[in-house]
């Protein structure tokens, strides 16, 4: 993945690849380790409902997780104050590395070249780019999908490979599709998944586009966000079909179930699962840059009905400001000279408002005043229909690609 920089280059690297050499081989002792956590994590997932099912329940006790992460980065500060991103491998501590493969957390699984700056021998700086989702979400998500034997499912974002592992086990290899936009990462789940005897159809490729050549499938799942259902994924998903993919509306997302109709269209509803994927992306190792514009300069501070802290307690109130203001990013503010954060949302005309995490209970705006005053209105409007969760909304997708989201039980809409 490019990871690696300093001035023992060469040398780091060989260590590296010979750590991960060892690391992935499987044998009778690991096997032996990891079978009581594995049943413990399983049991974990039926307590709190993420497993609902008997099928998926024998699909995950019979899927060794720590086979598809031999390796992954935790976040920690390191003694400079810096937050970094520190390797972690079975050679480090085999009990330790068994621990957090069968906890039920996202482990990271690779940096952003182009963002990861090496700071010590095991730790870098940068965004990741890969990972291995927490069982809980992707469990609830299987569930969501609702796969019936026979069906062709196409997983999108193979990743470790540990998600295409669990539908191979569910379905049956041969019904089940997999793509990611890293070819490395799609041939080292391919070499994974053949030692667990499967051997599902793997593609390298942008998924957007479409899977390579005229195959249609029943079930669509997506491990990484898209602003929109890419028109591809619709032309490709049969009558009657489901789509279910992590909407990525700026300021906040959540994970869609769409039944695909004759004519094109879908329609469905937020799922209990929220969103946050890392973003689907052309390029096989880094994220384009952002082109945002210049700031407008600061216009005037005062009292707010809404707080930063009232926004980041309730996802289902940031994705309905998702709802009011899809053009709209939400980012953390950093102030040079006093060191106070705050949250800050931009529009792309410069307009800006920012909110502080602490302190009173104003709001700074720049340009737009508007700009806050939808957001208080968001507010109002939520607290009065009793606060309802992201579950109550719909989404629906038109033949033509235009979307809107709905309140259920009133029936207001939003157009994205």
């Given at each position: 993945?490019?990871?690696?920089?300093?001035?023992?280059?060469?040398?780091?690297?060989?260590?590296?690849?010979?750590?991960?050499?060892?690391?992935?081989?499987?044998?009778?002792?690991?096997?032996?380790?990891?079978?009581?956590?594995?049943?413990?994590?399983?049991?974990?997932?039926?307590?709190?409902?993420?497993?609902?099912?008997?099928?998926?329940?024998?699909?995950?006790?019979?899927?060794?997780?720590?086979?598809?992460?031999?390796?992954?980065?935790?976040?920690?500060?390191?003694?400079?104050?810096?937050?970094?991103?520190?390797?972690?491998?079975?050679?480090?501590?085999?009990?330790?590395?068994?621990?957090?493969?069968?906890?039920?957390?996202?482990?990271?699984?690779?940096?952003?070249?182009?963002?990861?700056?090496?700071?010590?021998?095991?730790?870098?700086?940068?965004?990741?780019?890969?990972?291995?989702?927490?069982?809980?979400?992707?469990?609830?998500?299987?569930?969501?999908?609702?796969?019936?034997?026979?069906?062709?499912?196409?997983?999108?974002?193979?990743?470790?490979?540990?998600?295409?592992?669990?539908?191979?086990?569910?379905?049956?290899?041969?019904?089940?599709?997999?793509?990611?936009?890293?070819?490395?990462?799609?041939?080292?789940?391919?070499?994974?998944?053949?030692?667990?005897?499967?051997?599902?159809?793997?593609?390298?490729?942008?998924?957007?586009?479409?899977?390579?050549?005229?195959?249609?499938?029943?079930?669509?799942?997506?491990?990484?966000?898209?602003?929109?259902?890419?028109?591809?994924?619709?032309?490709?998903?049969?009558?009657?079909?489901?789509?279910?993919?992590?909407?990525?509306?700026?300021?906040?997302?959540?994970?869609?179930?769409?039944?695909?109709?004759?004519?094109?269209?879908?329609?469905?509803?937020?799922?209990?699962?929220?969103?946050?994927?890392?973003?689907?992306?052309?390029?096989?190792?880094?994220?384009?840059?952002?082109?945002?514009?210049?700031?407008?300069?600061?216009?005037?501070?005062?009292?707010?009905?809404?707080?930063?802290?009232?926004?980041?307690?309730?996802?289902?109130?940031?994705?309905?400001?998702?709802?009011?203001?899809?053009?709209?990013?939400?980012?953390?503010?950093?102030?040079?000279?006093?060191?106070?954060?705050?949250?800050?949302?931009?529009?792309?005309?410069?307009?800006?408002?920012?909110?502080?995490?602490?302190?009173?209970?104003?709001?700074?705006?720049g340009g737009s005043p508007e700009l806050w005053h939808r957001v208080e209105d968001a507010w109002n409007w939520w607290n009065l229909e009793g606060r309802p969760d992201h579950t109550q909304f719909g989404y629906r997708r038109e033949a033509d690609g235009s979307a809107h989201v709905w309140h259920i039980p009133t029936g207001r809409a939003w157009p994205l």
């Amino acid at each position: 993945m490019g990871l690696d920089s300093g001035r023992d280059r060469t040398t780091h690297r060989g260590r590296h690849r010979r750590r991960a050499a060892r690391s992935t081989r499987v044998n009778d002792t690991q096997i032996a380790n990891a079978r009581p956590r594995l049943a413990a994590l399983v049991e974990e997932l039926r307590d709190t409902g993420a497993l609902r099912t008997p099928e998926w329940v024998t699909a995950f006790a019979a899927v060794p997780r720590h086979l598809f992460v031999p390796q992954w980065y935790s976040q920690e500060t390191n003694e400079q104050g810096l937050a970094v991103w520190r390797r972690r491998d079975a050679d480090d501590d085999r009990g330790a590395w068994l621990d957090a493969v069968y906890s039920d957390q996202t482990l990271v699984t690779a940096l952003d070249p182009a963002t990861a700056e090496q700071v010590d021998d095991d730790a870098w700086t940068g965004l990741p780019t890969s990972s291995n989702t927490m069982p809980s979400v992707i469990a609830g998500m299987l569930e969501d999908l609702s796969v019936r034997d026979g069906d062709q499912v196409w997983d999108v974002g193979t990743g470790t490979g540990y998600l295409t592992a669990l539908l191979c086990t569910r379905l049956g290899s041969r019904h089940v599709y997999s793509t990611d936009v890293v070819p490395d990462l799609v041939e080292t789940a391919r070499r994974r998944l053949a030692q667990l005897g499967h051997e599902p159809h793997l593609a390298a490729g942008d998924a957007r586009d479409g899977y390579p050549g005229d195959a249609s499938f029943d079930r669509v799942i997506a491990t990484c966000s898209v602003p929109a259902v890419p028109p591809a994924w619709v032309e490709q998903t049969r009558p009657g079909g489901l789509i279910l993919t992590d909407i990525a509306l700026g300021i906040e997302g959540g994970v869609v179930r769409l039944t695909i109709d004759a004519d094109r269209s879908g329609s469905g509803r937020f799922t209990a699962g929220g969103g946050r994927f890392m973003a689907a992306r052309g390029d096989a190792h880094t994220y384009p840059a952002a082109n945002r514009p210049a700031q407008a300069p600061a216009t005037h501070t005062r009292p707010t009905t809404v707080t930063a802290a009232d926004i980041r307690a309730h996802y289902p109130f940031r994705l309905l400001l998702a709802f009011h203001l899809p053009t709209v990013e939400l980012v953390y503010h950093l102030d040079d000279d006093t060191g106070a954060m705050a949250i800050q949302l931009q529009h792309p005309d410069g307009s800006w408002a920012r909110a502080p995490l602490s302190g009173p209970q104003t709001v700074t705006v720049g340009g737009s005043p508007e700009l806050w005053h939808r957001v208080e209105d968001a507010w109002n409007w939520w607290n009065l229909e009793g606060r309802p969760d992201h579950t109550q909304f719909g989404y629906r997708r038109e033949a033509d690609g235009s979307a809107h989201v709905w309140h259920i039980p009133t029936g207001r809409a939003w157009p994205l």
